[in-house]
């Protein structure tokens, strides 16, 4: 069967990094906030008797506009969609012949390509989007035919902190649950977020989206209330990158003391369900990466202040970068800015927060 799903691009309203944990990991804070820029993910699988995990099929499909992909995200098992079926189909009971018969009559077959663009083509403004084929056929990992195909259709950089690898293993994981339903071996919520925070620490959060608060390294999740529709614009340089360990390390955070709080994080917890207009978040917006990783990155300096002059009402990193986003007045603003930023050679999209 064919069947496919979104995967969004995230922003933290907060991000607020505590210490560092005794396995490794930072203790974090944030509120993090969906958005209507996305991937797309259409997965090819045979009914469950037939799938081996090591043996798949990869393509990205990138939008013309966005950075280069194929150096930058792997197609064979290092990719966390690879990885989200060879861990889902390990942890999933063995169905009955049955079941394998009331699956195999309902099957489905779409084009990957045709349904992945419908998926994502009205879920964000991007300058330029017709799309070409980049990524090539992932290893296979073993002999004889693929066992099973994705295909992404990739809109979100990579190294932006914006969370697209993350949720693109997410939505692999709901889709491969939708599957296993159909064979009577889907897994509990519990188990699929247990098996999405081993996967990563923003994994779990695209699971169900929306606003939620994140603590722990990412995995602990409380839904929040969830704002008005603002616009923003997402801005990077398209040579830019910023691997997330190294941006932790320019934090220099020694071990982590309960007795911290995340000050700005709790700040907008409690003054959530009071917001009603752009200029009553911007004071809200908090990133810890914002002055380390400008110091250290010219570029991103520069592009801060174009957004700024460009009158945006507060800008910040997207995670740990490199993409910066712009709260904007209205969706017309949000416009002009990025098509500002898009003739001076720069990656630019509106979005708003879903």
Known sequence: MTIEGRAPAKLNLTLEVLGRRADGYHEVAS????????????????????????????????????????????????????????????????PSPAAWERGDARQHFWSAEASASAACGSSASALHIPLSRVGGEGDTGGEG???????????????????????????ALRLLNQWAARYERALSDDALHTL?????????????????????????????????????????PYGAGVPTGWA???????AHNPAV????????????????????LAPLLHNDFDAPILQAIPALA???????????LRVILCGSGAAQVALCESENHAKTLAKTL?????????????
């Open 302 to 312: 520069e592009l801060r202040m174009l957004l700024e002059q460009g009158g945006a």
């Open 248 to 254: 932790y390390a320019q934090l220099g955070r020694g």
């Open 145 to 171: 035919n693929p066992s099973w195909h994705a295909t992404l259709l990739k809109r979100i950089p990579s190294q932006a902190g914006l969370g697209g690898g993350s949720s693109d293993a997410a939505c």
């Open 31 to 94: 509120v993090m906030y969906t958005l209507s820029l996305c991937d797309a993910l259409t997965l090819e699988l045979p009914p469950p008797e037939r799938l081996d995990p090591a043996r798949g099929e990869f393509h990205i499909v990138e939008a013309s506009d966005s950075p280069p992909l194929r150096d930058a995200i792997p197609t064979d098992s290092r990719n966390l969609v690879w990885q989200a079926v060879a861990r889902f189909v390990a942890l999933t009971p063995s």
């Open 342 to 354: 898009f003739r001076q050679n720069y990656w630019a999209v509106w979005v708003r927060n879903t």
């Open 261 to 280: 709080r995340a000050e700005h994080t709790e700040r907008l917890v409690r003054l959530l369900p009071t917001i009603r207009t752009p200029h009553d």
């Open 196 to 236: 999405a925070s081993e996967l990563g620490a923003d994994v779990a959060f695209f699971l169900n989206g929306g606003c939620a608060l994140a603590t722990g390294k990412g995995e602990r999740l409380q839904p929040l209330p969830t704002l008005p529709p603002f616009w923003w614009v997402l801005a990077k």
